[in-house]
């Protein structure tokens, strides 16, 4: 949920709940506010009808509550005495002006006691009081307009000023999203005075110093640890061979070593491909220039050609569309080698390859596993889907050089063969 | 002829040595800057095998004065680095070759009796041994005078063969040589042993009077019948 929807989600529950609560005590209030208006009414009703009641003493004897709102009773004394000014609500069966028939309509009452001429009264009056369930309608209305008028404000209200003021925000985020490490030059910027987004930008920018530090470290070590095992290498390599050279050797000795020199060789290959990787990802190729890859790839099916006709494999070329390419003419090389290598060795009997250049396209598919492989994994490093066959660097190098110039490389199985596609344009 | 092999790393340059000496060459060594730079310049050496990363200075520097001398074309760097950078510097600075470490000693053999051929040209366009002659310039084999046909490959495979002659050349070696960076998938199958093959056919179908004898698996050996 974004942070603008969640700010509403809190504001308008808590909205709610305020304007709840503060229309029960407007209520309340307004009701008890309405009665001792009413209650002054009728203690003004009161002073007038007993006012009238001397001059007119017919008033005495009005007993029911018909077109007057007040009824006079006589009582004894010791009842008028203990009477004391009481106001309650109840009911009376009345016609209002807004009734078709005369219906139960809620009433204010004052019933008091006085004494005229020596007898005693008992005096009620009435008032007749605002429908409570009426203005409970009335009210809810109003509430619910004063909440709906609210929330409108706040929407308006968060979408203008809170989307302005996260605006440098959102574009650090996309900024950070964009961020390459070993690749992106700038580190993200937030454009504000705002403390809290410049103390972000400050802490995220330590961690990311951090990082790029680590993985320029990382870079170099493996860049210096193959280099510091060249060394090492020739010299065990070469006294391999000179040990193979020895006369007094048994034939079983011999094979022992060859066994050894022939690991060697394997080791040698490896960390030849691991300081080529490092030396990619440290941008050391640089010399670009204008690369025929149609050229490319028919010197490599040249260099390759003695390899596939021994192993069977038909290679074969369609479509072949001139492009020239701005890049480092070995990492095209490479590129092209690689793939078709990949191409070759990783068949089955008798298998082919057929490779196209289309629209800037290098399209390489070939027979071989049945089944698919793991397009999520085959870039990797390591990465190997046979056994015995190199040590899985071949593909990563191919990304490394694609990554590195901004081509697109992809895997996927399509009729039963395997299609690695690179696209030299980049947009 | 008198070769120097300006080498820091002492198990490295006694290799060297003894692979050397094996081709009866006369082989001297030095470990450091100045030890290299006193003999470069008291000497003459048919060829100096250079390594760049010394004690006390680079060995940039030492080509640099012996360019400088007029002394630079017989120089072979070895190197750790393999750096165009470097490469392009040492061979601006006239060295006849670059060969990054690790190497195989057959390869240097190569690359030495190379230089050395273009260093005493004089009538040496061809390799001989017994009734073979092999002609670098118009990439042709002639047994008893008589031209045999060969293909790019084989050719590359029995001059490198005669450049080693007696020696055990290593299928790796071989195959790196021959097929450069492609051949890293050859272990994999008997192709060298197939391409072998071929080729000792046509030797033996020419009557030469030399023999690739296979050694357990490892790699072959060039002698003479």
Redesign the interface.
């Known amino acids: 949920m974004k942070l603008l929807n969640q700010s509403l989600k809190y504001l308008s529950l808590s909205i709610l709940m305020i304007v709840t609560i503060w229309s029960v005590i407007f209520y309340l209030n307004m009701l008890s506010e309405i009665k001792s208006s009413i209650d002054e009414g009728l203690e003004n009703y009161k002073r007038l009808i007993i006012l009238n009641a001397a001059e007119d003493s017919t008033i005495l004897t009005k007993k029911y509550f018909d077109e007057s709102f007040f009824t006079i009773q006589e009582i004894s004394r010791e009842q008028a005495l203990s009477t004391k000014d009481r106001y309650f609500d109840t009911e009376l069966y009345m016609q209002d002006a807004d009734d078709q028939a005369p219906e139960v309509e809620p009433v204010r009452m004052l019933t008091t006691a006085f004494e005229m001429n020596g007898s005693y009264y008992e005096l009620k009056v009435a008032n007749s009081m605002v429908e409570e369930d009426d203005l409970i309608q009335e009210l809810l209305w109003d509430v619910v307009w004063l909440y709906v008028v609210l929330i409108l404000g706040v929407v308006i209200i968060n979408n203008i000023v809170l989307r302005s003021l996260w605006k440098p925000f959102y574009d650090f985020l996309q900024q950070l999203k964009n961020y390459r490490l070993g690749r992106s030059k700038q580190f993200p910027e937030v454009r504000t005075q705002t403390r809290e987004f410049v103390d972000l930008q400050e802490a995220v920018n330590t961690l990311l110093k951090r990082s790029v530090a680590t993985f320029e470290q990382q870079k170099e070590f493996i860049g210096n640890a193959s280099h510091e095992l060249q060394t090492p290498l020739a010299v065990v390599s070469n006294k391999l061979e000179l040990m193979l050279e020895e006369e007094s050797l048994s034939a079983s000795q011999l094979e022992n070593i060859a066994e050894i020199f022939q690991t060697i060789q394997q080791l040698v290959r490896l960390n030849k491909t691991l300081l080529l990787l490092s030396k990619i990802d440290n941008k050391q190729f640089l010399e670009n220039e204008s690369v025929a890859i149609h050229e490319v790839i028919s010197v490599n099916i040249e260099k390759l050609i003695d390899f596939s006709t021994f192993i069977n494999i038909a290679v074969s070329s369609s479509e072949m569309e001139p492009i020239a390419v701005q890049m480092d003419f070995s990492l095209a090389n490479i590129v092209v080698a690689n793939l078709l290598k990949n191409a070759i060795f990783h068949n089955h009997e008798k298998g082919n390859v057929n490779i196209s250049l289309k629209a800037g396209v290098l399209s390489i598919a070939n027979t071989g596993n049945p089944n698919p492989l793991d397009v999520e994994k085959i870039f990797q490093r390591f990465q190997k889907f046979d056994s015995n066959k190199g040590a899985g660097l071949g593909l990563a190098i191919v990304k490394a050089i694609c990554e590195l110039y901004g081509f697109e490389v992809s895997y996927r199985f399509e009729n039963g063969l395997h299609l690695f596609e690179v696209n030299f344009n980049t947009n | 002829m008198k070769i120097l092999v300006i080498e820091d790393?002492v198990?490295?340059q006694q290799?060297?040595k003894?692979?050397l000496e094996?081709e009866s060459f006369l082989v001297e060594t030095a470990s450091d800057f100045y030890a290299a730079m006193d003999k470069v310049f008291v000497y003459d050496y048919d060829c100096i095998l250079l390594d760049i990363m010394l004690p006390n200075g680079s060995g940039l520097d030492i080509l640099n004065e012996l360019k400088e001398a007029g002394k630079s074309e017989n120089v072979i760097i070895i190197s750790?680095?393999?750096?165009?950078d470097d490469r392009v510097k040492g061979l601006e600075l006239g060295a006849d070759d670059y060969l990054?470490?690790?190497?195989?000693?057959?390869e240097l053999n190569a690359r030495v009796k190379a230089v050395l051929r273009r260093k005493h040209l004089q009538g040496n366009r061809a390799i001989s041994l017994a009734n073979l002659e092999l002609d670098f310039e118009d990439r042709t084999l002639l047994v008893d005078g008589k031209a045999v046909s060969l293909n790019r490959?084989e050719f590359d495979i029995l001059n490198y063969f005669l450049l080693n002659k007696n020696?055990?050349v290593?299928k790796?070696?071989l195959a790196e040589h021959v097929?450069?960076?492609?051949s890293?998938?050859?272990?994999?199958?008997d192709?060298v042993y197939?391409?072998i093959k071929n080729l000792r056919k046509k030797l033996q179908e020419c009557g030469a009077h030399v023999e690739i004898e296979s050694?357990?698996?490892?790699?072959y050996k060039l002698v003479q019948k």
Do not use: C, M
């Not at chain 2, 750790?80 to 165009?84: G, M, T, V």
């Not at chain 2, 890293?184 to 199958?189: C, G, I, L, V």
């Open positions: 790393e198990l490295l290799s060297i003894e692979s094996k750790a680095k393999d750096s165009l990054t470490k690790p190497f195989h000693l057959a490959k020696r055990l290593n790796t070696a097929w450069g960076d492609n890293d998938q050859a272990d994999n199958f192709f197939y391409q050694v357990y698996g490892v790699g």
